[in-house]
């Protein structure tokens, strides 16, 4: 659970950084090779934890300690999260 918890996090604070950062040139080092995706990668760990309904999170956002705090997912599981909206997890 404490791997979910900190994807979200950093989901979280790449949405703020992502709304921050329209040049993303800026930084890069030459020899970075930059690629879309069009979709993301399935888990490398057979044994990860799926968030269920009206479980309990407690979460951090590093940088934003207002963004934190105790979160409880819906009947569906879902996490409404500051500024990112509904999360399915």
């Not at 994807?7 to 890069?28: E, N, Q, Y």
């Amino acid at each position: 659970m404490v791997c979910n918890l900190r994807h979200i996090a950093i989901l979280a604070v790449a949405g703020l950084a992502s709304s921050c950062a329209m040049d993303r040139s800026v930084g890069l080092d030459p020899g970075i090779e930059v690629s879309a995706l069009e979709e993301l990668p399935a888990p490398r760990d057979a044994n990860f934890y799926r968030i269920g309904p009206q479980e309990t999170l407690q979460i951090e956002v590093v940088g934003a300690p207002t963004l934190g705090g105790t979160f409880i997912t819906d009947i569906d599981g879902r996490l409404a999260f500051p500024l990112i909206g509904t999360v399915d997890t």
